[in-house]
């Protein structure tokens, strides 16, 4: 629970192909666990209130480590059309108590501490959007007030997706400095995974 936030869901995407990584990513190993479920575990430590993993591909394979308390998931059919059909899909799962929304993909690992950071800055600041950086560069996860969820709902993969919606709102978005270069992580490639599981 984090003070000044009522009830706060975290759309966790894990339903894309994982072309360029060859494998499904939600099931790579990543720190004893596969990938998913150490995102899911991370989030709900961190302080988020409940999980929507959203699922595509191979999701009978996937669906038994995105279980258990404080997880809802979600299959996405349309998985093929882009993440932004993964986030809509989640958008319509969410609790209808959600204050605050934290956005995050399966193929970028954020230990609790970072989660907890962004939920505090963006308890803290008020802003429509919180943001974390590191050395002035963007990062993730980004975080959203409730007042943005019907706007969200109606992006579109030819619209940029969630960016439509950061940069309808650029003047309200806090940027929290982060020290940690974790933020920036992002999964794509057998080397990217291979550099950063051995980090």
């Known amino acids: ?93 969410l609790d209808p108590k959600t204050d605050t929304l934290l956005l995050l993909g399966v193929d970028q690992p954020r230990p609790p501490e970072i989660i907890r950071a962004a939920l505090k800055a963006h308890a803290c600041g008020g802003a429509a959007i919180t943001a974390p950086r590191h050395r002035g560069r963007g990062g993730h996860p980004v975080v959203f007030a409730a007042a943005l969820l019907p706007e969200l709902a109606h992006i579109s993969e030819g619209r940029q997706g969630v960016r439509e919606v950061y940069e309808a709102h650029r003047d309200e978005v806090q940027r929290v400095e982060m020290d940690d270069p974790v933020v920036h992580l992002d999964l794509n490639t057998p080397e990217d995974y291979e550099a950063a599981a051995g980090r």
Do not use: C
Not at 11 to 16: K, Q, S
Not at 77 to 92: H, M, N
């Open 1 to 93: 629970m984090i003070p000044g936030l009522v009830f706060v869901s975290a759309i966790l995407t894990a339903a894309g192909e994982s072309t360029r990584m060859t494998r499904p990513k939600p099931l790579l190993p990543w720190r004893g666990s596969t990938l998913i479920r150490y995102q899911i575990d991370s989030l709900l430590q961190g302080g988020v209130d409940e999980v929507v993993a959203v699922l595509g591909h191979v999701h009978e394979q996937v669906a038994p480590h995105a279980a258990g308390p404080g997880v809802r998931r979600v299959l996405n059919p349309g998985y093929r059309t882009g993440r932004t059909s993964s986030i809509k899909a989640g958008l319509a799962a």
